[in-house]
């Protein structure tokens, strides 16, 4: 795995920052009733692309909602390049996707909460 450099991590930060404006304030215009999180944003080491991933809250389909928001990827990105153009040369291009880290995390609560409230069976062994 390749460390990100400074400039990649900096120009990332304002990525995000500034989509997760954008979203703040027009997301209820590409899905209704979903909160979009940008969860974290990679970029490339020529800056060209920005790898956004997605969290959505409230969403009924998640895959549905990706497909939404890549549908608008270009009006995103003229929203995102209005906001960051006196910053750069060049805005990237956005390549969106799922960030499932909550999903797993939710799955994984489930499973200890019903390990948990299982029936402990008493110890026969140590008799």
Known sequence: MIMESKRQQKFAGVIQEDLAAIFQREG??????????????????????ARVFLSFFNGANNQQALQTIKSHASEIRYKLGARIK??????PQLEFFIDDTSEYVERMDAIFDKISKEDRQPDTDSE
Not at 35 to 46: A, G, N, S
Not at 86 to 91: A, E, P
Request: net charge positive; no cysteine.
């Open 28 to 49: 209820m215009n590409y899905l209704p009733n979903t909160l979009v999180t940008i969860t974290k944003v990679r970029v490339t080491p020529d800056l060209a692309i």
């Open 86 to 91: 006196d910053q750069v040369r060049v805005i």
